[in-house]
């Protein structure tokens, strides 16, 4: 039967207008689907201040369970600040320390366990009382959080090739922070080519040598989206360098500890905000990590630096 090339011609033109109209502004399928799975971006999802919840919302919830990351959610924290460890068959799991003995009912080494037997402890809360909740898998937090907050995943120096994996597998690059002290050759032989897929945390402290430097090298050659800083006095003078970080990325100090926030800390903070988290906001400091979330939300909500 012969085709009318007419026919042909207007059938084509009708695919042409489906695909269009499937794939507007030309973007790529790929593309779409992820910023769908992923829609969390640095870029248009940060407040002039972040706020970071040490170990996840820990005073209401075990330390670093997914009940307390679930509270970090809804409360809108923008960043959980979590620890990485790995199981006997190689899981990476989510525990601070690398015994079970002071925030499970287990006894031992992390690393003499493997997933299963892990899974069988129960987390404790912070006045030591046991609950339900159990030790999370690095792939379940991922999961959890996936699109909703970003996560700083620390203690994973010497776990990276573990933990990897598990982000690509997930889909969780881009929100997965690492806060390292490494010069950029050693964070680009560790990293590769995941280096730019991550948000990479550079850290300058008093002992950093050549601090102007090391920040330059890395604003030329990766550009962070943040540095965190250690400094514990006021009259260090790596505190300039919070300010010249500051036009082109965020200054990022933890409040947990004193001799790391110059003695601004959480407990100068609780009694006198304008003397703790406001003098490091004066500094120049976005991102403040904190044991406190809520008070600091509340607080930096006040100012009008938070959305």
């Known amino acids: 039967m012969k085709i009318n090339p007419i026919y042909i011609i207007a059938l084509f ?8 109209s499937c794939n507007p502004g030309g973007k790529g399928v790929h593309e779409e689907k992820t910023n769908a ?3 969390i971006a640095w870029e248009d999802n940060t407040p002039k201040v972040m706020v970071a919840a040490h170990r ?20 809108g924290v923008d960043i959980i600040e979590t620890d990485v460890q790995i199981s006997k068959d190689g899981v990476p799991v989510i525990l601070h320390d690398t015994t079970l ?30 609950t339900d909740e159990r030790i999370p898998t690095l792939e379940e937090t991922m999961l959890l959080t996936k699109g909703k907050t970003f996560v700083y995943l620390d203690k994973s120096k010497g776990k990276i090739d573990k933990i990897l994996p598990v982000l690509e597998k997930t889909g969780t690059l881009s929100q997965s922070m690492f806060v ?17 897929q991550v948000i990479f945390v550079p850290v300058i402290s008093d002992k950093t040598i050549k601090p102007e430097s090391y920040v330059k090298e890395y604003m030329d050659k990766l550009r962070p989206k943040a540095f965190q800083f250690r400094i514990a006095d006021e009259t260090s003078p790596v505190w300039k360098l919070v300010k010249m970080v500051s036009s082109d990325s965020r200054a990022f100090i933890a409040a947990t500890w004193s001799h790391h926030s110059a003695g601004h800390d959480d407990y100068v903070s609780r009694k006198n905000p304008e003397l703790g988290w406001g003098w490091l906001m004066d ?24 959305e």
Request: charged share 30%; hydrophobic share 35%; proline share 3%.
């Open 283 to 306: 500094k120049g400091v976005s991102i403040i990590e904190t044991n406190h979330p809520d008070d600091l939300q509340k607080y930096i909500k006040g100012k009008s630096l938070h």
């Open 56 to 75: 996840g919302d820990w005073i209401h919830a075990p330390e670093n369970s997914l009940k307390g990351f679930r509270h970090c959610i809804e409360a």
């Open 13 to 20: 033109g009708v695919m042409i207008c489906i695909l269009i």
């Open 180 to 196: 390292l002290d490494y010069s950029y050759d050693e964070a680009q032989k560790q990293f590769g080519d995941y280096l730019d």
């Open 101 to 130: 003995n002071r925030t499970t009912d287990g006894d031992g080494a992390v690393r003499e366990f493997n997933l299963v037997q892990l899974k069988r402890f129960r987390l404790k809360d912070a006045t030591g009382i046991l």
């Open 37 to 39: 799975e992923n829609p």
